[in-house]
């Protein structure tokens, strides 16, 4: 079983439209991420929940909405697509205790290009 | 802001050469530091990390030493193989609420 699965893994849309990312890990762990990953492999992180409350929102435009049904779900909510959102959108989890603190793991990725 | 600086690539090595990708880390607080690898197509996963002050990580021949007094996390081969292809990411836990800040990202690529 896929510890972080994330679907779609490709997403080609048109400028405008509104389009959705889920997320789903099944290792128990208790904080999920958003990291969006430009052309170039720089990697930023978006938000971040624990136990289903937001704890990071970094500078997003307001048209990003995650939502987190569940500790372990995060899905990612884009309005109003732009080209500039065209990235490579990863999720990821962490237990919040442990010797794994503090150690990400990844999904494999949502492809969005934005037309 | 806490931040970390890593080297721009890409890198190109032969086969069965020494690697090495610099890394940097502003030194505020006690950060945990971290190596992370991503292979074509996949998602980021750990390759090493440490916690603390002179602490050596170490995975699959691949070494960093957290050397507080020059606050550089340097990763480290003996030998690559082609199979090392990938994007190499130092990173740090920055404290707060699981806030881990990423570098820019190296790309390395070895040739047979």
């Known amino acids: 079983d896929t510890a972080v699965s994330q679907t779609p893994k490709y997403l080609v849309t048109q400028m405008g439209n509104d389009k959705s990312i889920k997320c789903e890990q099944n290792?128990?762990?208790?904080?999920m991420y958003w990291y969006k990953q430009d052309s170039k492999k720089f990697l930023k992180i978006m938000f971040s929940?624990?136990?289903?409350?937001?704890?990071i929102n970094e500078t997003v435009p307001n048209r990003f909405s995650p939502k987190s049904p569940d500790k372990a779900h995060l899905n990612l909510h884009i309005n109003s697509l732009e080209l500039g959102d065209s990235a490579v959108y990863f999720c990821?989890?962490?237990?919040?205790?442990?010797?794994?603190?503090?150690?990400?793991?990844f999904g494999a990725g949502s492809r969005l290009t934005v037309l | 802001g806490d931040s970390v600086t890593q080297m721009e690539g890409p890198v190109t090595l032969s086969e069965e050469a020494f690697l090495t990708i610099n890394c940097t880390y502003t030194?505020?607080?006690?950060?945990?530091l971290f190596w992370y690898v991503q292979y074509p197509g996949e998602g980021l996963q750990l390759l090493l990390k440490?916690?603390?002050?002179?602490d050596k990580g170490s995975n699959k021949g691949f070494e960093a030493t957290y050397r507080k007094e020059t606050t550089s996390f340097h990763l480290e081969k003996g030998s690559v193989q082609v199979s090392d292809s990938a994007v190499y990411f130092c990173?740090?836990?920055?404290?707060?609420?699981?806030?881990?800040?990423f570098g820019i990202g190296t790309k390395l690529q070895v040739i047979p």
């Open positions: 990821a989890s962490s237990p919040n205790g442990g010797s794994g603190a503090n150690v990400l793991t």
């Open positions: 290792l128990g762990h208790d904080t």
């Open positions: 929940y624990n136990n289903k409350e937001l704890i």
């Open positions: 030194a505020t607080g006690y950060p945990s």
């Open positions: 440490a916690t603390k002050a002179d």
């Open positions: 990173a740090r836990y920055s404290g707060g609420y699981q806030k881990v800040t």
